[in-house]
T-cell receptor, first 116, second 114 residues
Framework: GAVVSQHPSWVICKSGTSVKIECRSL??????MFWYRQFPKQSLMLMAT?????????EQGVEKDKFLINHASLTLSTLTVTSAHPEDSSFYIC????????????FGPGTRLTVT | GENVEQHPSTLSVQEGDSAVIKCTYS??????FPWYKQELGKRPQLIID?????GEKKDQRIAVTLNKTAKHFSLHITETQPEDSAVYFC?????????????FGTGTRLQVTL
């Protein structure tokens, strides 16, 4: 139980384009989803927290107009990287929390984004 | 906000030896402390966690200890095996009954040599 998927697993895009990453909870209702970014050999840095049906709460220093987060249902959250630049290249990981456990977060497999 | 420090950044042990990773946190209100193992390019996997009302927890070769007064907690791996090689992250959060954000440590790269 408590399975979270992400799509795509990897994506390459050109500078200036937008990329959408999906995060789905497959067997539970995710009332809260979290989006992290992880640069090589670094820790996970929380970008934003989203609750179903509400606007996302962004961490300090994260541009909300650049990283658009939508949590329209209890099983799906999306992260759109707008006008991507090479410095946005990173490993993006979502996690979900909800009906299984209020405090444990279940992580998706991650999405490797490369901006050329 | 919460700040979590983790040491060491790298750790090399021989197979069969023990490994210890230490973390300190800053927010005395934090009450949930998970440990994750992450292999290259993969998702973090929860390996053990501890709540603030418990001082120690053990699961086979893995144990975690928590000192609330000193605000530090440690991961102990005994009888290490090559498959234990990975990056380990500690984290801290305040469990309020609704989802709470995790603050991660900087990670420890553990290498178990034959």
């Amino acid at each position: 139980g408590a399975v979270v998927s992400q799509h795509p697993s990897w994506v390459i895009c050109k500078s200036g384009t937008s990329v959408k990453i999906e995060c789905r909870s497959l067997d539970f209702q995710a009332t809260t989803m979290f989006w992290y970014r992880q640069f090589p050999k670094q820790s996970l840095m929380l970008m934003a927290t989203s609750n179903e049906g509400s606007k996302a709460t962004y961490e300090q220093g994260v541009e909300k107009d650049k990283f658009l987060i939508n949590h329209a249902s209890l099983t799906l959250s999306t992260l759109t990287v707008t006008s991507a630049h090479p410095e946005d290249s990173s490993f993006y990981i979502c996690s979900a929390s909800g009906s299984y456990s209020s405090y444990e977060q279940y992580f998706g497999p991650g999405t490797r984004l490369t901006v050329t | 906000g919460e700040n979590v420090e983790q040491h060491p950044s790298t750790l090399s042990v021989q197979e069969g030896d023990s490994a210890v990773i230490k973390c300190t946190y800053s927010d005395s209100a934090s009450n949930y402390f998970p440990w994750y193992k992450q292999e290259l390019g993969k998702r973090p996997q929860l390996i053990i966690d501890i709540r603030s009302n418990v001082g120690e927890k053990k699961d086979q070769r893995i144990a975690v200890t928590l000192n609330k007064t000193a605000k530090h907690f440690s991961l102990h791996i005994t009888e290490t095996q090559p498959e234990d090689s990975a990056v380990y992250f500690c984290a801290a959060s305040l469990d309020t009954g609704t989802a709470s954000k995790l603050t991660f440590g900087t990670g420890t790269r553990l290498q178990v040599t034959l």
